[in-house]
């Protein structure tokens, strides 16, 4: 399976972004981490098969919604209020498996919030 991540780029805090990653097979959990310069990456969200199990990283919660859309084997992730310390690269992760942890992953879109 191949991710493809994409929707990245520069904005203001405040702003609003929204990523997607097309996937080119059958996926179950799918996620979104980040990594920002110099640091360890971070989960940010993660959906489950059916999207009615949604997860969040606490310094996200209620800023950011993921969403999926199967026929389109694609996930969103809507990002609003985007402050200065969401600026890193955003990683798309799938589960190939049921039940199984993120054994794909995509190439990162950076996301640069400038205050």
């Known amino acids: 399976v191949q991710l493809q991540a994409s929707g990245g780029g520069l904005v203001q805090a405040g702003d609003s972004l929204r990523l997607s990653c097309a996937a080119s097979?059958?996926?179950?959990?799918m996620g979104w981490f980040r990594q920002a310069p110099g640091k360890e990456r971070e989960f940010v969200a993660g959906?489950?098969?059916?999207?009615?199990?949604?997860y969040y990283a606490d310094s996200v919660k209620g800023r950011f919604t993921i969403s999926r859309d199967n026929a389109k084997r694609t996930v969103y992730l809507q990002m609003n209020r985007l402050n200065v310390e969401d600026t890193a690269d955003y990683y798309c992760?799938?589960?190939?498996?049921?039940?199984?942890?993120?054994?794909?992953w995509g190439q990162g879109t950076l996301v640069t919030v400038s205050s």
């Open positions: 992760a799938a589960a190939t498996v049921p039940n199984g942890g993120y054994n794909y």
């Open positions: 097979g059958r996926t179950y959990v």
């Open positions: 959906i489950g098969w059916i999207g009615d199990n949604t």
